[in-house]
């Protein structure tokens, strides 16, 4: 009988009845509980805002934030003028008060993109709001729309706004959709404040009901 050589090693006779009979050394397996245990990635908890990619648009990748971080409307035209590098996504944080600690203000990230068609299914889980354009084109390929569904059936699911001047046409589609309305003046900066605290307000309520696995 051959001997154990290791604690973690047996001696396993090939079964052949000679002599000169051959063995082979086969390791026992390692209990469950003492193997490394791989941890599990964490999602994301930052919510995702989707914005038109075409450049006639009155808000895009290139000034989303200046406009719903800064509270500042900047056009689109100035926005590219001044920046050499065109971004398919930003990180806009957003500063609001603490409700747990009054008197406080917290930072709390958001996702800017354009192109979401390189979202997975998993970031779409985190998309809690879209600028729309007007064209039904903007929602190709959307998880709703490649199922035989239409852009109404979108905002059942994502709170839809559309941003325009104040004076200006409401393009056919956004009137028959879902989809909150803010105005700005096209000159009046100082008013631009008032349309993001309501973009604010209504996304928070929205996403209250809709969204409570999101951080915001």
């Excluded at 008197?103 to 299914?121: A, E, F, H, K």
């Excluded at 970031?123 to 729309?145: I, N, S």
């Excluded at 989809?179 to 900066?189: F, G, H, N």
């Amino acid at each position: 009988m051959n001997r154990l050589s290791a604690d973690n090693q047996v001696n396993v006779s090939c079964g052949f009845h000679s002599d000169s009979c051959c063995s082979a050394t086969v390791n026992k397996p390692t209990p469950v509980a003492q193997q490394q245990q791989t941890p599990a990635m964490k999602e994301s908890r930052v919510p995702i805002i989707i914005v038109p990619a075409t450049l006639s648009s009155v808000i895009t990748v290139h000034n989303a934030v200046d406009f719903l971080q800064d509270y500042k409307y900047v056009s689109v035209e100035d926005k590219k003028s001044c920046s050499r590098k065109r971004e398919s996504d930003v990180l806009l944080q957003r500063k609001k008060p603490d409700i747990s600690h009054p008197g406080q203000m917290i930072t709390v990230p958001y996702q800017i993109l354009d192109n979401p068609s390189r979202l997975s299914l998993i970031d779409w889980k985190r998309v809690v709001a879209v600028f729309v354009a007007g064209p039904t084109w903007q929602f190709k390929g959307w998880p709703w729309t490649v199922k035989g569904g239409s852009p109404a059936d979108i905002f059942t699911k994502i709170k839809g706004f559309h941003l325009k001047f104040t004076g200006s046409k409401l393009e056919a589609n956004v009137q028959t959709w879902d989809v909150q309305v803010l105005e700005i003046s096209s000159t009046k900066r100082h008013l631009d404040k008032a349309s993001v605290l309501k973009f604010w307000d209504t996304l928070d309520k929205f996403m209250v009901k809709n969204c409570p696995h999101l951080r915001f």
